[in-house]
C-alpha cells in the first residue's frame, strides 16, 4: 500500500455491501471521490457463522471455529468511508460491531486471475452481528450457515425503506430469534 493508503481502514465485506448487492450502491459512491478502494476476493482464515437475519439481512457472528471460510470482498477506507459504513451498518444502534478479523486471498478468485491479491497483515475489520443477539442468532437459524451471501442466499432481501418502521431493527431481530429455527437456503 501507498503511503495515502496507510491511514485508511481496511474492511472485509460479506453481506449486501459487496458487488452487485443491494448496498453497494454506499461503496460505489465512496469509490470516485477515493474514500472506498477495492482491494480483492478474501476468505476468512477461520470459520466464522454467516446467517440470515430478518429480511434476508446477513450477520457474520464473531463464533470463531462454526460455520465456514466467508467469502467476501475487501476495501481500503478513509476515515469518510468509515464513518458512512458504520451509518449503513447501525454502529451506534447496537446492530452489529467493527471487529478485527484475519483474512486470505480466495484461492478461487486468485486461479481464475480475477484477483488483485495483496498481501494482508492484519488491521482488517469486519461487521459482526452485536454480541447481545449473535449467539442467539445463529441458535435460532439451527446452527447452520454459509460459506458466502449470494444471489440465491439473498434472495427475499428486503431494503431498510420498504420495512416496517413502527419497530425497530433490535426488535425485529429479537422477533426472528423467538421463532422457531429457521432452515438455511443453500448455496
Known sequence: MG???????????????????PNHGLIEDLIP???????????TVERYPLVCGPFRVPFLINL???GD????????????GLERMDELEGISRGHYERLPIEISPDEEAAANGTDKRIAVTG?????????????ELWRSNGEKGFCRYSEKVASGYIRRSERPQNVSFLEQIQLFCSSSPRVNVTD
Open 3 to 21: 503511503a495515502e493508503e496507510k491511514n485508511r481502514t481496511l474492511i472485509f465485506t460479506y453481506g449486501t455491501l459487496k458487488r452487485g448487492f
Open 33 to 43: 471521490t477515493g474514500d472506498a478502494i477495492f482491494l480483492g476476493v478474501y476468505r
Open 64 to 66: 470463531s471455529g462454526h
Open 69 to 80: 471460510r466467508v467469502r467476501g470482498e475487501l476495501y481500503a477506507v478513509t476515515a469518510k
Open 123 to 135: 488491521g482488517v475489520e469486519a461487521y459482526y452481528a452485536h454480541r447481545s443477539y449473535g449467539e
